[in-house]
């Protein structure tokens, strides 16, 4: 990725022709295995993403949260998966407005989110579809146990307005198939099963039982994405240019972005370190962040940037990254060709 002089810092830039590649790698993967392929906008959190995956062939879009739904929507896109379960009034509310733009459907696990659905049902414009989550290892939402999805599952069934339509998972793990398989072996009829997560996207097929993969980070990838082995470097779209603000000692530079602009999030588990992969000095290592300030630890590098030098940083988690920013650069070739509001950033409820 070229340099861009005259673009201030710091700034994510976001290479066009790997953000094409992406996206067309993965929908040809699910096309070759028959999976329907519904991506995640939430680390984009832009239409115009959103609607080119669709015209590659993608069935619809998967959103995290309400208010990225309502963007998502309001700009056209009418087949939306909201991956979390809804608890409130309000949100009942917001969930019936967004039937008249799109077809939508919302995954759950526990039943004060299903009074949710089924209070939203009643002023919706057209059914709501259902997705029961389970866990399949990562101990976050979803069911632990067949009997509960099976308890859940029946009351689903029973709700005016509601339309079960399968299950979800997040991610795909060895617990995965035996779960489905016993849901299928209590006589219930599996529409759609659905698993996320950009890790591991290349061996879904081997869960034959998997009808649709719901993935994210792909689009851009990042440096955890590298380390997993799902993506390389050349696979990675945004970058962030940063400046080299402060050189106060011969071991150690100071670049103009920290925590609100590359995350404070680290490598799992601690076996990289920093805050993010400078390319040119690979072996520089941002060693802290504070909001503004990113220390670079250049003890280990044989190249040292003066002050001035502009860095390209990939960012360790690229989906944090792109909701800190209200806007974003697209270039291609090296040159800009857009400068895009990230249109769903900071929409957390």
């Not at 700034?11 to 070759?32: C, F, G, K, S």
């Not at 990838?221 to 970058?239: F, G, K, S």
């Amino acid at each position: 990725m070229t340099d861009l002089p005259q673009l201030d810092t710091p700034v994510p830039v976001i290479d066009l022709d790997v953000v094409e590649r992406n996206l067309i790698r993965m929908q040809d993967y699910a096309n070759r295995h028959g999976i329907a392929l519904r991506p995640h906008i939430k680390t984009h959190k832009l239409p115009v993403f959103a609607q080119r995956a669709m015209d590659l062939g993608a069935v619809g879009i998967t959103c995290q949260k309400l208010g990225e739904a309502e963007v998502m929507a309001s700009a056209g896109l009418d087949d939306i998966l909201i991956s979390y379960p809804l608890i409130g009034a309000g949100k009942a509310r917001r969930l019936a407005a967004l039937t008249l733009l799109a077809k939508m459907r919302v995954a759950i696990d526990n039943k004060l989110a299903l009074d949710t659905l089924a209070a939203a049902a009643r002023e919706a414009h057209a059914p709501i579809g259902v997705l029961v989550e389970f866990d399949s290892g990562q101990k976050r939402t979803g069911v632990v146990s067949v009997a509960e999805a099976l308890d859940l599952i029946a009351a689903v069934k029973e709700v005016p307005g509601l339309r079960f339509d399968g299950l979800m998972t997040y991610r795909n793990t060895p617990l995965t198939g035996p779960f489905i398989q016993a849901v299928k072996d209590a006589g219930v009829a599996l529409p759609i099963v659905s698993s996320g997560g950009t890790p591991g996207w290349d061996s879904t097929h081997e869960t034959p039982a998997i009808t649709e993969m719901r993935v994210g980070t792909y689009i851009y990838n990042d440096r955890m994405m590298v380390e997993a082995e799902a993506a390389t470097l050349a696979d990675c779209a945004l970058h962030i240019i940063a400046t080299v603000i402060s050189r106060p000692e011969p071991h150690r530079a100071v670049i103009d972005c920290g925590s609100k602009t590359l995350s404070s999030d680290v490598m799992p588990g601690g076996k990289v370190p920093g805050y993010g992969l400078i390319l040119d000095y690979p072996d520089a290592v941002i060693e802290r962040v504070t909001e503004e300030h990113g220390m670079v630890d250049l003890s280990q590098s044989e190249m040292k940037p003066k002050i001035g030098d502009r860095l390209l940083i990939l960012p360790n988690h690229v989906c944090v990254v792109t909701n800190l920013h209200n806007d974003v650069v697209a270039i291609r070739n090296g040159q800009v060709e857009a400068v895009w509001p990230v249109a769903a950033r900071g929409l957390t409820r």
